[in-house]
């Protein structure tokens, strides 16, 4: 994309960001781990959403530019949420909450969702341990039965002191393979980035 085509697009954005949905404006990121996310595992969450008896709910936690345009790619009624008030212009107009993803609870009903996606968070916000295990814990309490949720972090030493798969809370998740097309492992690594797919168990 041109250097012209990108600024028009940021304008478009900065003038009306519902004008920027109905135009297909995106700002999407080219790193390997963010192709993935968007190819690999946003294909097997929408074959998982239209497996569901409901329509389908999803909640995605942080919102940034480059993940803006993810409702739109998401076969699911989403909901975003972001600590930062100034993150809610990327939220989903009319579903985005301003809040913190360590109190989900104060903010939907229990078991209301059918996948919770919290990529970029451990290791960019949420770098105390008990952030991780509120996370999980919160996580937990908002899927419903069954429900899965995608985490993409780092938790390499430079970026926290802790392993999130050593997290108490982690236990109240089973890692999944999902078994759909190329995705044969519950686990993918990218250098320091790691996406797993956890599926609540109902009692842990
Ligand atoms: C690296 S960005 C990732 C954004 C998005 N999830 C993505 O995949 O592009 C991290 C975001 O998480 C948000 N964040 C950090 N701590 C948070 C918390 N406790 N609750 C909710 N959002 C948080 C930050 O404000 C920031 O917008």
Partial sequence: MSRLTTK?????????????IALGVEFPLKSANRKFLEGEIFDYLNAFFTQQEQPAKCLFLGTDKRSWHYPRCLAAKVFTLDIEP??????????????SAAELEKHYPSASFDVVIANGLIGFGMNQEQ???????ASHAVLKAGGLLLMGYNDGAEFVN?????????????????????????????????????????HP
């Fill in 86 to 99: 100034k993150k809610a212009v990327y939220g989903n107009r009319g579903h985005h909450t301003i809040g």
């Fill in 162 to 202: 802790f392993k999130v798969r050593e997290a108490k809370h982690y236990q109240l998740f089973e890692e999944v393979a999902p078994n759909h097309k190329a995705l044969t492992r519950a686990q993918y690594d990218f250098d320091d980035h790691i996406f797993v797919f956890l599926k609540k168990r109902n």
């Fill in 131 to 137: 952030d991780c295990e509120a996370l999980l814990r």
């Fill in 8 to 20: 028009l697009q940021r304008l478009v954005f900065k003038i009306s960001p519902h004008l920027a």
